[in-house]
């Protein structure tokens, strides 16, 4: 904005200093609804920084563009759909704020956890908000956002008429919670339309809402047991030697139209990787179709395996090693039998076992479908 001698020029909206109070102060136009989009979505799409001669820092994208796809980006899918998001959640939080001398004490209205078997005896819960008007204004509607549904769960008190609220009065306005016997989370915002009497000019305040039905018993036992924290990264080890389990027998039965070509690496291609540690990880690969000798099943108990989290089947294999010994060579075993929460495995007759030793354990993927895909 351009300011000097008390006139100013938004450049930004393209309007001039006005003529009448509030109109021709620039700080009330500055904390308008117009300007404020704009400035937001201006800073979204225009705040780039140019890192060198050759890129251009996408502040809204958190990328890096070089200068001859800077347009193309500008342009993108993607970075539209951002600015839009800028655009709306300006909206949002501007909607959300106190204006208009009106005062929306309550900033939300959390009806907190509501106990399922207690829906019974009292099906609905009533929170109140309070509002305070610094000047003479009328509430014209207020209305819950899903109200507009026929199976709305929460619900405005119905306002037959405007209510006029004098200079420092109070008014309070019931929102009722009817989940109608079910569980879940609810969430909604309630939209209060006022018009000030004076300037004959309408604004509106949002309110969030927010409701739990639950089972108190099975919310304590989902909560977390302790903060968060995030793994460290563990770099991968190269498996130098992998002993080989034996296949399940069901997978022996098959009888293939068409069998299946050895996992051979092209010629050419071992050429090029032949040196180095390549080579060495395209020995480890051949040694994968290695036979090996039968010796008893080895079970291993799986977290999650009915809820299918890991998904294993017969024919899957997984490798072991032992946790102390990082230098030890793994063992490949082959899924022989699946239970409700362990697996039975096969490992070669060298693998030795016993209660309460730890193991590192690799879930493996199987390939045979993907191989038979690209036959």
Same mark, same amino acid.
């Given at each position: 904005?351009?300011?000097?001698?008390?006139?100013?020029?938004?450049?930004?909206?393209?309007?001039k200093?006005?003529?009448?109070?509030?109109?021709?102060? %620039?700080?009330?136009?500055?904390n308008?609804?117009?300007?404020?989009?704009?400035?937001?979505?201006?800073?979204?799409?225009?705040a780039?920084? !140019? !890192?060198?001669?050759?890129?251009?820092?996408?502040?809204?994208?958190?990328v890096?563009?070089?200068?001859?796809?800077?347009?193309?980006?500008?342009?993108?899918?993607?970075?539209?759909?951002?600015?839009?998001?800028?655009? %709306?959640?300006?909206a949002?939080?501007?909607?959300?704020?106190?204006k208009?001398?009106?005062?929306?004490?309550?900033?939300?209205?959390?009806?907190?956890?509501?106990?399922?078997?207690?829906?019974?005896?009292?099906?609905?819960?009533?929170?109140?908000?309070?509002?305070?008007? !610094?000047?003479?204004?009328?509430?014209?509607?207020?209305?819950?956002?899903?109200?507009?549904g026929?199976?709305?769960?929460?619900?405005?008190?119905?306002?037959?008429?405007?209510?006029?609220?004098?200079?420092?009065?109070?008014?309070?306005?019931?929102?009722?919670?009817?989940?109608?016997?079910?569980?879940?989370? %609810?969430?909604?915002?309630l939209?209060?339309?006022?018009?000030?009497?004076?300037?004959?000019?309408?604004?509106?305040?949002?309110r969030p809402?927010?409701?739990?039905?639950?089972?108190?018993?099975?919310?304590?036992?989902?909560?977390?047991?302790?903060?968060?924290?995030?793994?460290?990264?563990?770099?991968?080890?190269?498996?130098?030697?992998?002993?080989?389990?034996?296949?399940?027998?069901?997978?022996?039965?098959?009888?293939?139209?068409?069998?299946?070509?050895?996992?051979?690496?092209?010629?050419?291609?071992?050429?090029?990787?032949?040196?180095?540690?390549?080579?060495?990880?395209?020995?480890?690969?051949?040694?994968?179709?290695?036979?090996?000798?039968?010796?008893?099943?080895? %079970?291993?108990?799986?977290?999650?395996?009915?809820e299918?989290?890991?998904?294993?089947?017969?024919?899957d294999?997984?490798?072991?090693?032992?946790?102390?010994?990082?230098?030890?060579?793994?063992?490949?075993g082959?899924?022989?039998?699946?239970?409700?929460?362990?697996?039975?495995?096969?490992?070669?007759?060298?693998?030795?076992?016993?209660?309460? !030793?730890?193991?590192?354990?690799?879930?493996?993927?199987?390939?045979?479908?993907?191989?038979?895909?690209?036959?």
């Amino acid at each position: 904005a351009l300011q000097g001698n008390k006139l100013w020029e938004c450049w930004i909206c393209n309007v001039k200093q006005g003529k009448k109070p509030p109109f021709d102060s %620039y700080e009330f136009h500055e904390n308008t609804f117009k300007h404020r989009t704009r400035v937001a979505a201006l800073a979204a799409s225009s705040a780039t920084q !140019q !890192q060198d001669d050759e890129e251009h820092r996408c502040e809204l994208c958190n990328v890096d563009v070089p200068a001859q796809l800077w347009s193309a980006h500008f342009n993108s899918v993607s970075h539209k759909r951002k600015e839009k998001f800028i655009v %709306y959640d300006t909206a949002l939080k501007d909607a959300e704020k106190d204006k208009g001398g009106v005062v929306v004490q309550e900033k939300e209205l959390d009806f907190g956890t509501v106990e399922l078997a207690t829906l019974e005896t009292q099906p609905t819960r009533v929170k109140t908000f309070t509002i305070t008007a !610094q000047r003479k204004v009328k509430l014209r509607e207020a209305r819950v956002t899903s109200s507009i549904g026929t199976y709305a769960h929460l619900r405005e008190s119905k306002l037959n008429t405007a209510i006029k609220i004098g200079a420092g009065g109070k008014f309070g306005l019931k929102v009722d919670f009817d989940p109608k016997g079910n569980r879940g989370h %609810y969430d909604d915002r309630l939209e209060l339309i006022f018009e000030d009497t004076a300037a004959h000019t309408r604004f509106f305040i949002v309110r969030p809402l927010h409701a739990i039905v639950a089972v108190q018993a099975d919310l304590d036992l989902l909560a977390p047991t302790a903060p968060y924290q995030k793994p460290k990264p563990r770099p991968k080890e190269t498996e130098t030697a992998v002993i080989e389990g034996p296949r399940p027998p069901q997978l022996a039965k098959i009888s293939w139209v068409k069998p299946l070509w050895d996992e051979d690496v092209p010629t050419f291609l071992k050429v090029l990787v032949e040196d180095g540690t390549v080579g060495e990880k395209i020995r480890a690969l051949q040694a994968e179709m290695l036979p090996a000798e039968v010796n008893a099943k080895t %079970y291993v108990s799986v977290p999650g395996l009915a809820e299918k989290r890991p998904s294993v089947i017969v024919g899957d294999r997984i490798k072991v090693r032992n946790h102390k010994q990082r230098t030890e060579h793994w063992f490949r075993g082959f899924v022989h039998v699946v239970e409700q929460l362990q697996v039975g495995l096969k490992f070669a007759p060298s693998f030795n076992s016993f209660r309460g !030793q730890k193991y590192d354990v690799r879930f493996e993927l199987n390939r045979l479908t993907l191989r038979r895909m690209h036959q």
